[in-house]
């Protein structure tokens, strides 16, 4: 019967009354760490390190204890690393734009022949024509 | 032999079957059993294989033209649109997973159904309430943004159907989302004792790489189409140059998930091909481990080469290295396959039988479509052949070339499973070699086309009349494939009525579906098989043979045509 | 069908036990591992969301300070408590559900949708006020105060993406919890004689805890740039 497969589950309540405390402890936290400025000026920087490494910690918090990460078995816990892993991957699409400008162009939206190659006329004008080409061109 | 059954399938022929154990539309609309689900997700994929393959024939039928006769220019624009989009997100993706992976997979690993069969009903619900509403919106009115959806274009320009049919696209994703993860779970804690990972049949390894792609990449396609939908209803702008958001980094979700999902579509071609060469090579394939991991090596890999569509774009050209670099690492494991699925050729006793002809036309095909890749790799020539019909060339090659023949071969291979009957051989070979000769025709011509300059979605090319003669050829060549494409929708319709009874292992191969009786019994096996060799023991002796006495190749199915 | 039910009255001695499972154990796990596969795509799924936040908000980060500062930080924090407390009953319902005492049970998932609903209460005062002030993204949208109303725009389509989609997640809960306090009240023998659905339906509301965990520092606590204010 199942209940005697998972004897090993069933946590005392003390447990999750600690997580409850801990998260809230951390909700504080990071509260109060959102109040005062970290690091020099002109940088965010190490106010967001904080408040990421608290809700990671939170995060982390939840995961192993009222999701039971840390009493499953070790198939599951490589899909819960699997999945916080792989999300990470997506970072590579900020290596990105850490390394160009990504402000659109001045003026995109106006021009209109901005899909054709930039010196489409020029070319078309020196290009010397087939006789098929010169009457068919005709056609809009 | 590799397992063995106490009572097998085969001594129970009077046992209803799982076709005939009950006969209303209801048993087969709410069925639980995964291969009453194949079949209607078989059923449904063909018919959106007919409606893409019919909006390719008018793609290629304005081609012949280099001004255009058939279609004014939005027309053309939703012709390829509906083209790409029904192909990829309705046929090529669920395609064999769904149809070939649902039916095969708890046979193979010994199991009585998949993990959770309503899970698995409700993907096929999704897929046909995804593929209805795409529908709706290429045949009412049409979507001309191409099957990329990309923005702006998509978000702030389009005047055509592009939300319904996005829409359709987002629900199809959930349909595979539900089907990987119902397969990852199966392979995970349904295989039968003494089924251990490294006897797994290598289709089931090529599924479980395919279902781990499922998972991580779809949502990140969802989500993304989702932010475009919000984009045209609610004016929300996340990809909005207005706003100061990105359209690249739209390409850039887009690809992440897009990229992969080729892999979706080839990889369980690849398992195919490998059951396909151990059964008709009477032997084991060759580097079974390797050409297991490479499978899981093709699925790591593809989420780090997305970048290598978006050269062109104003994405940085530090990443442009990265990417070019990886996307020449993808072939390292894909040509571990082919190298080993040649190797299994070598000493092995071939028979030429359909599906075989199907799996070698795949090979090569496939290494076409996978070298020219390379070129489209390289920083350098990408630029000269991006947006061109080399591209579509080579995505065909690998799309058609691999992913349909293996989807073919598969179909060959197991209808006498599926439907416990025979097709015509003589039709299945010729098929086999025409839909070859329809392919290349229709094909290689492109390749010529685009590294001249033919750009891809243009229907006027009256600038360049030489380009004419070879789209006249690749149209020719379309005509033929169509052809091939009709033959075996009749003789294999035929078979069902008329064909021979098939045994249960009419090709001598080996496996646990060939165990159980053509077609199965609802609950696959009468009792749990238990495991205890590898799935591709072959023997050194033929089996078949020592049975004949003789080392003539008699075809297998001969002596079971007298039932 | 018929062979199906066989099958099931053949292996069947645990009446929550499907057909196609040999053991309740295995089925247990196979719905563990399938939930945390399924939880796989949602991490995804709002990874990329996620992604697409950090990537402007790097960008624009003064405009994205002076954007934050009209979300209320104090409805922000009421919310993180309720869901944290759900949270809590949600695992203490999953606890009496391993202990067989169905009525604890039933007290917890009630709690927990009371405060999912208490959630959206909350968030809909929020919403509301945005509404009223037009700060909806689209052809209404109003911004008098300092920063790029473009770009602070954007901020607020990425708020209402995220926190909607956050939000959905929440009524899906609701109904899911619902449900299973319906076969817990039921006594059906599924949740009855197995507390491994009940712990599904946990695993997703942790989850959707899980995400509010990482949006409210996000959207509710920028810090600005300067110890200066900005």
Redesign the interface.
């Known amino acids: 019967m199942s209940s005697n497969h998972s004897d090993h589950h069933i946590l005392p309540m003390r447990v999750y009354a600690m997580t409850l405390i801990g998260l809230f402890v951390l909700m504080g936290a990071t509260l109060l760490a959102a109040e005062v400025h970290i690091g020099p000026d002109g940088t965010s920087l190490y106010n967001n390190l904080v408040a990421m490494l608290i809700a990671i910690t939170k995060a982390t918090l939840v995961v192993l204890f009222f999701m039971h990460g840390k009493y499953s078995t070790n198939l599951t816990k490589i899909f819960i690393i699997l999945g916080f892993a792989w999300v990470s991957l997506m970072t590579l699409i900020l290596a990105d734009y850490g390394t160009r400008r990504f402000e659109p162009v001045p003026g995109w939206d106006r021009e209109i022949e901005s899909a054709l190659p930039r010196d489409f006329h020029r070319l078309e004008e020196h290009r010397p024509k087939s006789e098929f080409e010169v009457n068919v061109r005709a056609r809009p | 032999m590799s397992a063995s059954l106490s009572p097998n399938g085969q001594a129970h022929h009077e ?2 079957n799982y076709l005939n ?2 006969h209303t539309l209801k ?1 087969w609309l709410l069925t ?2 995964h291969k009453r689900i194949a079949i209607l997700y078989l059923i449904s994929i063909s018919v959106f294989f007919f409606l893409g393959s019919t909006a390719a024939g008018l793609v290629r039928l304005e081609l012949t033209s ?2 255009g006769w058939l279609m004014e220019n939005d027309t053309y624009n939703k012709a390829f649109t509906a083209h790409g989009v029904i192909m990829i997100f309705f046929f090529l993706i669920p395609s064999i997973p769904a149809v070939f992976g649902n039916f095969l997979l ?1 046979i193979m690993i010994g ?7 309503r ?1 698995n009903l409700l993907s096929w619900y999704l897929y046909m309430i995804g593929g209805t509403l795409a529908l709706i919106g290429i045949l009412g009115g049409g979507v001309d943004t191409g099957w990329t959806f990309y923005t702006p274009y998509s978000s702030l320009y389009s005047n055509s159907q592009v939300t319904i049919t996005i829409l359709g696209a987002f629900i199809a994703g959930f349909s595979s ?1 539900a089907t ?3 397969f ?2 199966t392979i ?3 295989r039968a004792p003494g089924m251990t990972w490294f006897r797994l049949p290598l289709f089931v390894w090529a599924h479980y790489a395919t279902s781990l792609i499922i ?6 396609i ?3 189409l989702l ?1 475009v939908i ?1 984009e045209r209803v ?5 990809f ?7 359209p ?2 739209f390409q ?2 887009f690809w ?1 998930y897009s990229h992969p999902a080729v892999y979706i579509m080839i990889l369980p071609a690849m398992g195919v091909i490998s059951e396909i060469m151990a059964a008709f090579c009477r032997k084991r394939v060759f580097g079974y481990s390797f050409v297991a991991f490479s499978s899981l090596a093709i699925a790591g890999l593809s ?2 080469v997305w ?1 290598h569509h978006m050269f062109v774009t ?6 442009g290295f ?1 990417f070019s670099l990886v996307s020449f690492l993808v072939a390292v494991p894909s040509a571990v396959k082919v190298f080993n699925w040649t190797a299994t050729i070598y000493k092995g006793r071939v028979y030429l039988d359909t599906p075989m002809i199907y799996a070698l036309g795949f090979i090569g095909l496939f290494t076409i479509g996978g070298l020219t890749g390379l070129y489209l790799a390289t920083l350098g020539t990408d630029v000269h052949l991006t947006a061109s019909y080399f591209v579509v060339a080579h995505f065909h090659y690998v799309m058609v070339g691999g992913a349909i023949l293996g989807f073919l071969g598969a179909l060959h291979f197991w209808w006498p499973k599926m439907f416990g009957r025979m097709y015509p051989q003589g039709w299945g070979k010729f098929n086999a070699m025409l839909v070859f000769a329809g392919f290349n025709i229709t094909f290689l011509p492109q390749f010529v086309l685009g590294f001249n300059g033919m750009p891809r979605r243009y229907h006027y090319y ?2 360049y ?1 030489e380009f004419q003669v070879y789209h006249i050829l690749s149209t020719a060549g379309a005509s033929i494939l169509a052809v091939s494409f009709l033959i075996p929708a009749v003789y294999l319709t035929w078979s069902l009525i008329k064909g021979p009874r098939a045994s249960a292992n009419p090709w001598g191969a080996h496996g646990l579906e060939w165990e159980v009786a053509s077609p199965p ?3 696959n096996f009468v009792t ?1 098989p238990i495991v205890r060799d590898e799935v591709y023991a072959y023997d050194e002796v033929d089996e078949y043979e020592q049975v004949q006495g003789t080392e003539e190749i008699v075809h297998p199915t001969r002596t079971e045509d007298k039932h | 069908m018929a062979a199906l039910h066989d099958a099931h009255a053949a292996h069947g001695h645990d009446s929550a036990l499907h057909h196609q499972f040999e053991d309740i154990e295995q089925q247990n796990e196979s719905y563990v591992v399938g939930m945390w596969a399924f939880l796989v795509t949602e991490v995804m799924f709002f990874g990329a969301l996620f992604l697409a936040y950090t990537l402007y908000r790097w960008a624009y980060q003064t405009d994205f300070f002076y954007a934050a500062a009209e979300l209320d930080r104090t409805l922000g924090a009421v919310n993180t408590t309720i869901l944290l407390i759900s949270s809590f009953t949600m695992v203490l319902a999953v606890h009496f559900a391993q202990l067989k005492n169905k009525k604890a049970v039933l007290i917890n998932l009630a709690l927990t949708v009371g405060a999912a609903v208490a959630f959206l209460g909350v968030k809909s005062v929020e919403y509301k006020a945005k509404f009223a002030h037009h700060l909806y993204p689209g052809p209404n949208f109003e911004w008098h105060g300092e920063g790029n109303p473009n770009v602070i725009q954007l901020f607020y389509s990425l708020y209402f993406v995220m926190t909607g989609l956050h939000a959905i997640h929440i009524i899906i809960g609701i109904i899911a919890i619902g449900c299973l306090a319906y076969l817990h009240f039921r006594e059906a023998p599924s949740v009855k004689d197995d507390f491994v659905p009940t712990e599904m339906v946990g695993l997703y509301w942790h989850f959707v805890d899980l995400v509010w965990i990482f949006l409210f520092p996000l959207y509710y606590l920028i810090p600005s740039l300067s110890r200066g204010g900005h």
Do not use: W
């Open positions: 046992e209803p154990v009950t048993s639980g059993d280099p001004t708890p199991a009585r159904d998949l993990a959770f069969p899970l989302i990987g993860i119902n990852i779970v995970h804690k349904m998972i991580l990449g779809t949502p990140v969802a989500i993304t932010l919000a609610f004016r929300l702008g996340v909005s140059p207005e706003l100061g958001g990105d690249v980094l850039h979700l992440f989420f780090f970048g104003s994405q940085s050209m530090y990443q990265f009256y600038l009349p019994i609802t609950t749990t």
